[in-house]
């Protein structure tokens, strides 16, 4: 359910609030808008003191009088801009903050959630509103700026009062002032009238035309980073796509146009109550003018009046069109605290994996049937398996076959639709979520290296063991290269941070199958281990398979058949169901799938 609009409270609370520093920061935002706000009023005071003293040639008390000016400006300057300092430097810890909570709740999701398009569409809509809007950065500006022209607001109130409480001289003249005062009124309500309805008129256009932009939004921040991402360049410059993709880049332009057309519109409704206001200027100079000429107020502050007047209505104007930004951009943190309070992950397992340094885990799936959230299609029926401990089992079959479906659901990224996996006997939702997802290293068909230092990529979080780290990179086949490297283990990956490498696509599975092996799971599964590897390192891989994998279990996902000979097992998986099992000799002593599989591949290597 999407979640209503905030306050300005509300918002307030909800960004600063995410800092240690709540207080402080609080009592900035009220000082510094007060200071800030009264600097002009104060300095109005004072220019008409001194032009009344002008006037009266009393020089010397002129004279005193700017150099308070001077000093109280000073001070309050001094007071702002401190007051300022402390609202920015709470703003980066405040959007941190805010990034931080996106992130944790990305990771604190169901992978099934997270897999949806709703909740990836969601999140795109977070980001780009936060980079369109500014983020909490801008809003907590915003905010401050609210509370600025509030401030002066009061402070103009105040002058108002005064003029309007300052006694005439005859009856004739209050009669006069009472009616000038009638319709300054007036005016003043239209001129909010009108700055209100145009304010709000505005910001909903605005909010519209975000609304509608948000595909272009979304496609104009795909195309840049795609021309600048090393591994698409290749294929733009070899089909010839910078023609198709400029034109793209023009639609967009095309398109887009819908933001001049909102700059027109935002135009007209600021044009309406600006030109009220400078119909309200005229009307309050000639009241003030009056008020003059009957002697109930000096020259000097017929200036004061006057400007503290036309400050208060053209404060109101900007407070309003203040509120309708922070309006739209409160739409940043709607979409955002509705991101935030989706369900997070609601395993309730609690039992503790037993450690074991025999690796003596055995795994069940029971009648296992399986489809994905919103659609009624099983991609698996009926499938019971048991993983036999320190087994090195083989999954076949044609793309869509259920392999890495099934794969997902061991690892708990899903949950079965039907049947149960068993741990050891036990139900694995009955374990603890993130003990028993320790027990895998993956290497998926689709892995991903981190733009961070290699070490850390293989290490994945945990401090590095230097003599670990080697281990596994000998293993997979890497460590001569990574001492080739400039800063060996510590070099940077990828081009993103401005100083890394870019790996070939075997020597990134290789750190992929590293950072397996350095987890030291008790079980171990490969979705195409080889895929991107060279047929002699493919070798290499087959041949250490046994010493890669040692006492632990394996799953091992292959579209090769020569492959499969390694493994004790093997799986032929068809629609979702078990078609075949045995290993390597048995199936193709049936000739079945297995078999027919193996020599429609045989024509393309030798056994």
Not at 202 to 214: A, I, K, M, S, Y
Not at 369 to 379: E, K, L, R, V, W
Not at 567 to 588: A, F, K, P
Request: charged content about 20%; some cysteine.
């Amino acid at each position: 359910m999407k979640k209503e609009n905030m306050t300005i409270k509300e918002m307030w609370h909800y960004i600063i609030f995410q800092t240690k520093g709540y207080w402080t920061i609080k009592v900035a935002l009220i000082l510094g808008a007060i200071m800030t706000a009264s600097v002009p009023y104060i300095n109005n005071i004072f220019y008409a003191k001194i032009l009344d003293n002008l006037v009266f040639a009393e020089y010397d008390l002129a004279i005193g009088l700017v150099l308070w000016m001077v000093f109280t400006a000073l001070v309050l300057k001094l007071v702002s801009k401190g007051c300022d300092r402390i609202v920015h430097h709470y703003c980066e810890p405040c959007e941190y903050e805010i990034k931080k909570r996106l992130a944790q709740k990305a990771f604190s999701m169901e992978y099934e959630m997270l897999d949806q398009k709703e909740t990836l569409a969601a999140f795109r809509r977070v980001r780009a509103g936060e980079q369109g809007m500014g983020g909490v950065r801008r809003q907590l500006s915003e905010i401050y700026g609210f509370f600025q022209e509030l401030a002066g607001i009061v402070i103009a109130s105040g002058f108002m009062i005064l003029l309007f409480t300052r006694l005439d001289n005859t009856k004739e003249n209050i009669a006069v002032s009472l009616l000038m005062y009638a319709f300054m009124l007036f005016a003043f309500v239209t001129v909010l009238i009108l700055s209100n309805y145009f304010a709000k008129k505005d910001g909903e256009f605005r909010v519209q035309t975000e609304l509608e932009n948000e595909r272009v939004n979304t496609l104009s921040a795909y195309l840049l980073n795609l021309i600048a991402k090393e591994s698409y360049i290749k294929d733009i410059r070899l089909f010839g796509l910078k023609t198709y993709l400029l034109k793209k880049m023009e639609w967009i332009r095309t398109v887009g146009k819908i933001y001049t057309k909102g700059g027109d519109y935002s135009g007209k409704c600021q044009a309406i109550p600006a030109f009220a206001v400078q119909m309200f200027a005229a009307i309050t100079y000639f009241c003030i003018a009056v008020k003059a000429l009957a002697g109930s107020i000096t020259i000097g502050e017929v200036t004061m009046y006057a400007g503290a007047v036309i400050a208060m209505v053209s404060g109101v104007q900007r407070l309003l069109a203040k509120y309708q930004d922070i309006n739209y951009m409160n739409g940043y943190l709607g979409t955002y605290e509705e991101f935030i309070i989706r369900p997070n992950m609601h395993y309730d397992g609690t039992l503790p994996i037993e450690k074991r340094d025999d690796n003596r885990y055995l795994l069940e799936l029971s009648h296992v049937s399986f489809h994905y959230p919103g659609t009624t299609q099983n991609i698996l029926k009926d499938v019971s398996i048991t993983f036999y401990i320190g087994e090195k089992l083989a999954l076949v079959g044609l793309n869509g076959a259920g392999k890495t479906t099934l794969i997902k659901l061991l690892c708990r990224l899903y949950e079965p639709t039907e049947g149960e996996i068993r741990l050891n006997g036990i139900n694995i939702a009955k374990y603890d979520y993130e003990e028993y997802v320790r027990i895998f290293s993956v290497v998926f068909q689709d892995f991903q290296l981190y733009h961070f230092p290699l070490e850390e990529n293989v290490a994945s979080g945990e401090e590095v063991d230097n003599q670990k780290l080697q281990c596994a990179l000998k293993l997979a086949g890497m460590w001569e290269r990574v001492q080739e490297m400039p800063q060996k283990e510590k070099t940077l990956l990828g081009h993103e941070n401005g100083q890394g490498i870019l790996l070939s696509g075997g020597e990134a599975q290789k750190i992929a199958i590293a950072r397996a092996l350095y987890k030291n799971a008790p079980f171990i599964i490969l979705d195409e281990p080889a895929a991107a590897l060279d047929p002699l390192a493919e070798a290499e891989i087959y041949e250490n398979f046994n010493r890669l994998i040692q006492d632990k279990t394996a799953i091992y996902i292959s579209h090769r058949m020569s492959s499969c000979r390694f493994c004790d097992r093997i799986i032929v998986l068809d629609g979702g169901q078990i078609l075949e099992e045995g290993n390597h000799e048995t199936l193709l002593k049936k000739q079945g799938r297995y078999y027919e599989l193996y020599n429609t591949q045989a024509v393309y290597y030798t056994q």
